[in-house]
């Protein structure tokens, strides 16, 4: 009986490739916005907060980096597991 042997891809399934790099770019992002609300220029984000909002921005960026170190790391574990499921 002939078997065929598919060579094994480099990033797991497509699946778990696609939603570490979703989790990475909003990882990503997320620290940018923190960067921008440490940065004092948290008041151009309106488009994506929905209005312009006074202080706070020292809360929101901590949430902002703290959501972003585990977009990535849950990226990280998403890549990692894609890996050792072959």
């Known amino acids: 009986m002939n078997q065929v042997h598919s060579a094994g891809t480099s990033g797991g399934s497509p699946?778990?490739?696609?939603?570490?790099?979703?989790?990475?770019?909003?990882?990503v992002l997320a620290i940018i916005a923190g960067i921008l609300y440490v940065a004092g220029a948290a008041n151009s984000l309106h488009f994506m907060v929905g209005s312009v909002h006074k202080g706070h921005h020292l809360v929101?960026?901590?949430?902002?980096?703290?959501?972003?170190?585990?977009?990535?790391?849950?990226a990280w574990f998403v890549a990692r597991?894609?890996?050792?499921?072959?």
């Open 15 to 27: 699946g778990r490739r696609a939603l570490a790099v979703i989790l990475a770019i909003i990882g």
């Open 60 to 74: 929101r960026a901590a949430v902002s980096f703290v959501v972003g170190a585990a977009l990535l790391t849950g």
């Open 81 to 86: 597991a894609g890996l050792n499921s072959r």
